[in-house]
């Protein structure tokens, strides 16, 4: 079973960039769909973003695309998202995610596994 952690969170002023990891350990992360998910306070946890096992496809929520980018390093096993442009609607507990199946998910149920999450706050 895949453990995922998360790092690279921060504060960060409106405009800025951010960079998140996702270390997988206990298996690749070429063997699963990752995805990326948000929960903001007060509201439900959401989807971001997501880069498919295989083909490497990608999709993202339409409130960040063009300004974040989901990527995969194979060779240290991790996933990141980079964020850019940053906007304080943007703040919000950031969890990546893993999946068995070939192809990208925006609900949080078709996800088997989870990091923890890491704190993203962009001020304005």
């Known amino acids: 079973q895949v453990q995922l952690v998360e790092s690279g969170g921060g504060s960060v002023q409106a405009g800025g960039s951010l960079r998140l990891s996702c270390a997988a350990s206990g298996g690749t992360v070429s063997s699963y769909t990752m995805g990326w998910f948000r929960q903001a306070p007060g509201k439900e946890r959401e989807f971001v973003a997501t880069?498919?096992?295989?083909?490497?496809?990608?999709d993202y929520t339409d409130s960040v695309k063009g300004r974040f980018t989901v990527s995969r390093d194979n060779a240290k096993n991790t996933v990141y998202l980079q964020m850019n442009s940053l906007k304080p609607e943007d703040t919000a507990v950031y969890y990546c995610a893993a999946r068995q199946g070939y192809q990208g998910r925006q609900a949080e149920y078709d996800y088997d596994y989870w990091g923890q999450g890491t704190q993203v706050t962009v001020s304005s």
């Open positions: 880069l498919t096992r295989s083909a490497g496809s990608t």
